[in-house]
């Protein structure tokens, strides 16, 4: 099996302490952690075996915090120029988003800014975060915001769900339609209600995390044996509709991606992840045409990520 280029748009990078208590609720809440490994570490580890660039994502649920993750963030792009994009976050409080958000998009330089809704315990629609998606879209930028309503921790549930809804999503999105925006794990749970939107929203794009089998492993169901596909026809209705216990099914998911292959993104979730880090590219080399492949493994991310000058200058 030949591997094509890999960009990997989802690589969790924080300090040593606050990487560590991650971890330990993980491994409390979810699954264990089989790659407990530091910011430079990770980075040096996926290069290692062939990923040529990542995204570095980090995110805060609190007030004061923002600016030292984002700092931490720098120093790694500091020192892994050619291999890092950068994204920050902010927490949406009105005085830290003013004097952050232009902080961390202008004067660091970084890619994107990076929200949690779960952890926020805010909608995507709320009003907090407005300015926030107007920031990122006045610039150009990328918004990586995790508002699908499964969470590895079960407890908060009937919360998340309030919070987290699709429409919600939606409504956010109508203030800022030309915003460029990544949703992890192609909307889990509710991916179809997600993909539908890719008409309304023309800079919408997915990243694959734990959708191509690998949530299957983390939760502890067996993964099918490979099979060839019995691809689901685009009726006059549109596509057979994806479950919402998401497992993945294949068969509908498999050809939308053939349709608007560059809408779609690989990210792995490294290294918070119970499985082998390179499991799912395994797994989009099966069951994705080869061109196909090459776009969500590394193409389309390369097209919305081109190097920036500081990682010109250093591979130069």
Known sequence: MTRPAVFDVRVHLFPPMIQR???????????????????????????????????????????????????????????????????????????????????????????????????????????????????????????????????????????????????????????????????????????????????EFPNLHFDTAMAFGGHRIATGEALADARPLRYAERGAKGYPHLPDAWKPALEQLVPQIVARPGRFLYGSDFPHLPYDWDFEIGQLVRYLPAEVADAVLGGNAARLFPPTRRAAAATA
């Open 21 to 199: 208590l991650i971890w330990k609720s993980f491994e409390r809440d979810a699954w264990p952690v089989k790659y407990k490994l530091a910011a430079d570490e990770a980075i040096s580890f996926l290069r290692a075996g062939g990923v040529s660039r990542v995204v570095g994502i980090c995110y805060t649920s609190r007030p004061g915090m923002a600016s030292f993750l984002n700092d931490h963030m720098a120093e790694l792009w500091r020192r892994h120029p050619d291999t890092l994009v950068p994204f920050g976050t902010v927490f949406p409080d009105a005085e830290e988003s003013k004097r952050e958000l232009p902080r961390l998009l202008d004067e660091l330089g970084f890619a994107g800014v990076k929200l949690h809704c779960h952890l926020l315990r805010l909608a995507p629609d709320d009003e907090a975060l407005a300015p926030i998606f107007e920031a990122v879209a006045e610039r150009g930028k990328v918004l990586n915001i995790h508002s699908c309503r499964i969470a590895k921790d079960s407890k908060d549930a009937a919360e998340i769900h309030r919070l987290c809804s699709v429409e919600r999503f939606r409504r956010a999105m109508r203030r800022t339609p030309g915003l460029k925006v990544i949703v992890p794990h192609i909307g889990y749970d509710e991916v179809q209600e997600y993909l539908d939107l890719m008409d």
